[in-house]
């Protein structure tokens, strides 16, 4: 089966926003505006990795920021990976380790040195690919927060 990778910088897409939706279900997580949710994250300048198969469906996707970090005298760009989903029928075939490399590839091209991440379900995944655990940086969600250098 042929599948397809698109850098999508608007998320207006209803499959994508089918996706989505079906994401947030298993999280359990309640939105109240989904329409202001799809606008904000249009917003950002990367937006989302979706990989499709060869009738358009959506197999996973992979939302990104690259975000200035500035602290008083020092400045980095860091690559933020901000939600990530591959459909349950398409797990563990490596769709999933495709958009996180092309991701971390975006990023790095884009000025980005390290990237970061949250999780709670996927720490061994992570930590396969060079993620490392990162005391004393804590995340709005609570979650375990992860770094990858990128120009290693």
């Known amino acids: 089966m042929e599948f ?5 910088k608007d998320c207006a ?10 994401y947030f ?4 997580v309640k939105v109240t505006n989904w329409d202001g949710l799809f606008a904000e994250i249009s917003q950002a300048p990367d937006c989302a990795f979706v990989r499709r198969d060869g009738q358009g469906r959506i197999v996973g996707f992979l939302l990104m920021a690259s975000q200035e970090m500035t602290s008083g005298f020092f400045t980095t760009r860091i690559g933020c990976m901000e939600e990530f989903y591959v459909a349950p029928e398409y797990r563990r ?14 990023l790095s091209k884009a000025g980005c040195p390290y990237a970061i991440l949250t999780t709670q379900t996927a720490a061994a995944f992570y930590m396969k690919r060079g993620y490392r655990l990162q005391r004393g940086i804590s995340a709005r ?8 250098s990128l120009w290693v």
Do not use: I
Request: proline fraction near 2%; aromatic fraction near 10%.
């Open 13 to 22: 897409d209803p499959a994508f926003q089918d996706a989505f939706r079906a």
């Open 93 to 106: 075939q490596g769709h999933g380790m495709a958009l996180l490399a092309m991701a971390e590839e975006h």
């Open 4 to 8: 397809f990778d698109v850098l999508e």
């Open 141 to 148: 969600n609570k979650a375990d927060v992860y770094v990858k």
């Open 25 to 28: 279900g298993e999280l359990g």
